[in-house]
């Protein structure tokens, strides 16, 4: 089994930063892709930025220029750096992990989310 454990979220005011960490761990082999997704109240999920084992970054067009997606793959650890906060980054973020288990399987894992709410 494989566990993701997210953290970092909570309330801040527009133009405010919060950095969010996910944590891979159990019966892990190789952790490739991680990524962070976020819903929205009402609304579909969304990729929010995504980075490959080798380092490689994608990001939606919201959020370029305002966040940074980075890893340690010693921890086997994902972060989310968000700077500039707007309302329209409200939402429940949550972490996902492409992870090669110790039996040789491959799957998609998801953290339980965490909230990110922006508000004066």
């Known amino acids: 089994q494989v566990q993701l454990v997210e953290s970092g979220g909570g309330l801040v005011q527009p133009g405010g930063s919060l950095r969010l960490s996910c944590a891979a761990s159990?019966?892990?082999?190789?952790?490739?892709?991680m990524g962070w997704y976020r819903q929205a109240p009402g609304k579909q999920r969304e990729l929010v930025a995504d980075?490959?084992?080798?380092?490689?970054?994608n990001y939606a067009d919201s959020v370029k220029g305002r966040f940074t997606i980075s890893r340690d793959n010693a921890k086997n650890t994902v972060y989310l750096q968000m700077n500039s906060l707007k309302p329209e980054d409200t939402a429940v973020y949550y972490c996902?992990?492409?992870?090669?288990?110790?039996?040789?399987?491959?799957?998609?894992?998801w953290g339980q989310g965490t909230q990110v709410t922006v508000s004066s």
């Open positions: 996902n992990s492409v992870v090669l288990t110790t039996s040789m399987i491959l799957g998609g894992y």
């Open positions: 159990g019966s892990i082999f190789r952790v490739n892709a």
């Open positions: 980075i490959t084992s080798g380092g490689s970054t």
